[in-house]
């Protein structure tokens, strides 16, 4: 079995980033062009990983909310916080929180520009959500919330985003077999 292994947040698309021109902004981070400002979509922000399932799940059906396994998050830094669920069709993210102690059914996020990173580009913004997403343990997995309702919703990507700039880097993603189930 081959384990694939990525790290929350790349440095070359930083560099690129901050290196860009407006035709950059636009071919290599697919970023719209609003007044004077370039919004470069959630999906190509340097501290989102994404990855397609592979076909179009519902967040919820008959046999329970959708989960995944196969997956595994490796934490090196105790400060580090960082969301892991399925972008759903509504844009929102559902699924589980990385780090810290406390446990917890549901809570909302906002995933935006990690806290803590400074982006030196007054003319780039980044497109941000909402993560409704409860403790990690042991897999990714819709959360029971009554903060919202995820009936009807489909999913075809898993995202890991870095919520503080301590995650980047510190956060390890591993999977091998991805195996989507409903609990």
């Given at each position: 079995?081959?384990?694939e292994?990525?790290?929350?947040?790349?440095?070359?698309?930083f560099?690129?980033?901050?290196?860009?021109?407006?035709?950059?902004?636009?071919?290599?981070?697919?970023?719209?062009?609003?007044?004077?400002?370039?919004?470069?979509?959630?999906?190509?922000?340097?501290?989102?990983?994404?990855?397609?399932?592979?076909?179009?799940?519902?967040?919820?059906?008959?046999?329970?909310?959708?989960?995944?396994?196969?997956?595994?998050?490796?934490?090196?830094?105790?400060?580090?916080?960082a969301?892991a669920?399925?972008?759903?069709?509504?844009?929102?993210?559902?699924?589980?929180?990385?780090?810290?102690?406390?446990?917890?059914?549901?809570?909302?996020?906002?995933?935006?520009?990690?806290?803590?990173?400074?982006?030196?580009?007054?003319?780039?913004?980044?497109?941000?959500?909402?993560?409704?997403v409860?403790?990690?343990?042991?897999?990714?997995?819709?959360?029971?919330?009554?903060?919202?309702?995820?009936?009807?919703?489909?999913?075809?990507?898993?995202?890991?985003?870095?919520?503080?700039?301590?995650?980047?880097?510190?956060?390890?993603?591993?999977?091998?077999t991805?195996?989507?189930?409903?609990?």
């Amino acid at each position: 079995m081959r384990i694939e292994t990525i790290t929350l947040g790349d440095l070359e698309q930083f560099r690129k980033l901050i290196n860009s021109n407006p035709n950059d902004l636009i071919k290599l981070f697919k970023a719209k062009k609003k007044d004077n400002t370039y919004v470069i979509p959630l999906l190509k922000a340097p501290w989102v990983i994404s990855i397609d399932l592979g076909y179009q799940y519902s967040l919820e059906s008959n046999e329970g909310r959708l989960s995944l396994e196969g997956v595994n998050f490796r934490i090196l830094n105790r400060q580090a916080r960082a969301v892991a669920g399925f972008l759903a069709s509504n844009g929102f993210i559902y699924g589980s929180y990385l780090g810290g102690r406390s446990r917890f059914k549901c809570i909302r996020v906002n995933v935006k520009v990690p806290m803590g990173l400074a982006i030196p580009l007054s003319n780039v913004e980044f497109e941000s959500t909402q993560a409704y997403v409860s403790t990690y343990e042991d897999k990714v997995i819709v959360p029971k919330c009554e903060l919202v309702n995820s009936t009807g919703l489909t999913t075809s990507r898993l995202i890991v985003a870095a919520l503080n700039s301590q995650a980047i880097g510190n956060v390890v993603v591993e999977f091998s077999t991805l195996k989507v189930l409903y609990l």
